[in-house]
């Protein structure tokens, strides 16, 4: 059969993008396709306190649109929930050209290079799927550097002593510090602890073309007003479609992988919706499919294509697609000051620890601790308020008007101990607007994850107490899903088919012309913001598949 492209890429995310232009760079002729929107700073909403992708209870600023795509979400309880995308539970993914990247704050950490030797380093908990990395941090090192320089990461390459070994410092110096630094840093020595200022995808001088940060007061969760923040949809895309070897469909959804009747992939199914409102499907062939729809929605898709060689969805022969899903925990440590420490600038990160990432006794792995993102009014009434306090009256007006600028907070991402029994599948008794079974999600991550978790908010609440807070306040972790940040794992690489579905490079066991490219990859997700390993995998697999194709 005549091929229309030689890659398709099914979502113009982290991967997708980054994906897009190495191939296309390559000499390939490529579609990439997405089922969002071409957003940019002008859309309407995009300052909306109330409806942005960090506070979603009304209503987001990205994709998916709420109606017609819901999910199914299982409790510890069992009982099964229909649920819409601004739902807690629904553990959603920003959707649109640039994916999260779109809306991120952009933290760009490289994972330590313990992370890749978990089950190595602490054993396999009972229950648990933890296990090792089919390569090293050395293997990936290069293709850090690579996604620092051609991305754009603003830092302190040699701030961070608890990291791997680097071959060439940031681009861009380092984000200011604000109010709230000089105090955490204070705090920070008083407890013999290491700081040094986060990396950013973020310009903090101009480059490329594009402006440097302005500070505006929104940060995560909403676009950039001087497009000074590095996602992929303003980096590696308008690289790709430079070539004009690139083409990009948007708000087009793909309805399955293609197979012919030996089970071979051909290429993509997809959906189009004209202007009359009808929506029409039709394939797409091509040499190679490459899934980077996130890590919910690529199991989804595999799941959704049975061949007679593979009845319950690619690559699934063995039972692993959509097994081991991940996210991040998130202990915080909110801290009341006696004076200001806010002066809601952004971006709002500006020291960061990586003493507990590893070496914490009795525990499993660790997480990075650092201030946080501006936080809006509103997130801070919704989210971060004492226990005590109502939500509603002149008590909680006047604590707000008094204390908003008085209060600072740490947290970090967990590295969570991963569980073969949390995982995606289909609910084919739910159908989304055009008729495909939604995703379903059940389970928990392990409770060693919860053990870890209140440790290092043991550790956050000391650091906010050596730097001065006269009150500090938190919530106690229990097990849970939480896929809702950074979802990772469910089609994990590995080097045995038996409990992985991709080869080291991506691959889909059982196919040659199968990739799967984005978190799902994951074997475990670090305890650090995983979006520039995310982006390092991309080039790395990327480069290989251009060289074997």
Not at 326 to 355: C, M, N, R, W
Not at 536 to 549: P, V, W, Y
């Amino acid at each position: 059969m005549k091929t229309d492209y030689d890659v398709i890429i099914v979502g113009a995310g982290a991967a997708g993008n980054i994906a897009a232009c190495v191939l296309a760079e390559a000499g390939k002729r490529v579609l990439l396709v997405e089922r969002g929107k071409y957003r940019n700073y002008g859309e309407d909403g995009h300052r909306d306190h109330l409806r942005n992708h960090r506070l979603q209870t009304y209503g987001f600023n990205t994709g998916p649109e709420i109606e017609g795509n819901p999910r199914v979400f299982v409790g510890q309880d069992g009982v099964r929930h229909v649920v819409r995308p601004y739902q807690d539970s629904y553990h959603v993914n920003a959707a649109g050209v640039g994916g999260g990247t779109f809306v991120y704050g952009g933290l760009a950490w490289r994972f330590h290079p313990k992370d890749f030797r978990m089950a190595s380093i602490y054993g396999r908990p009972d229950g648990s799927s933890l296990t090792d990395w089919p390569f090293s941090y050395e293997e990936l090192e290069p293709w850090y550097t690579r996604a620092e320089q051609e991305i754009g990461v603003s830092g302190d390459g040699g701030g961070d002593r608890n990291s791997g070994p680097r071959s060439s410092n940031y681009p861009m110096p380092p984000v200011p510090d604000n109010p709230t630094t000089s105090r955490l840093r204070a705090g920070a020595h008083a407890l013999g602890l290491s700081t040094f200022t986060p990396p950013l995808l973020v310009n903090t001088i101009a480059r490329a073309g594009r402006g440097a940060c302005i500070r505006c007061g929104s940060c995560v969760g909403f676009p950039c007003p001087s497009n000074g923040k590095n996602g992929t949809q303003n980096t590696a895309l308008p690289r790709a479609l430079a070539t004009g070897r690139c083409d990009l469909l948007t708000e087009t959804v793909v309805d399955a992988v293609a197979t012919d009747d030996r089970g071979k992939v051909i290429g993509v199914d997809i959906l189009q919706t004209d202007v009359d409102g009808q929506t029409n499907r039709r394939p797409v062939l091509s040499d190679v499919v490459i899934l980077s729809a996130g890590a919910i929605e690529t199991a989804r898709l595999m799941l959704m294509t049975r061949t007679e060689r593979e009845p319950n969805g690619l690559g699934n022969n063995s039972d692993q697609v959509g097994r081991h899903l991940q996210g991040h925990y998130y202990p915080t440590i909110f801290g009341l000051f006696d004076q200001e420490v806010q002066d809601s600038k952004g971006p709002g990160v500006s020291i960061a620890t990586t003493d507990y990432n590893h070496g914490n006794d009795g525990v499993i792995g660790g997480a990075m601790l650092a201030d946080d993102f501006v936080m809006l009014p509103i997130i801070l009434w919704k989210s971060g308020l004492p226990d005590d306090l109502p939500r509603y009256g002149l008590k909680a007006k006047h604590f707000m008007r008094d204390n908003f600028s008085r209060i600072a907070q740490i947290k970090g991402p967990v590295h969570e101990i991963p569980s073969p029994d949390c995982r995606v599948s289909l609910a084919d008794d739910v159908r989304d607007k055009y008729g495909r079974p939604v995703a379903q999600l059940s389970g928990t991550t392990h409770p060693e994850t919860v053990r870890t978790a209140n440790h290092i908010l043991e550790k956050a609440d000391a650091w906010m107490q050596a730097a001065g807070a006269v009150r500090t306040w938190s919530r106690k972790q229990t097990l849970r899903l939480s896929a809702g940040q950074h979802q990772a794992g469910t089609c994990r690489m590995g080097e045995d088919e038996r409990n992985s579905v991709t080869d080291p490079f991506g691959k889909v066991w059982g196919h040659d012309n199968l990739f799967v490219c984005d978190a799902s990859l994951h074997p475990t997700n670090g305890g650090y913001n995983p979006v520039l390993t995310i982006m390092a995998i991309a080039f790395r697999n990327a480069h290989h598949i251009a060289e074997t194709l």
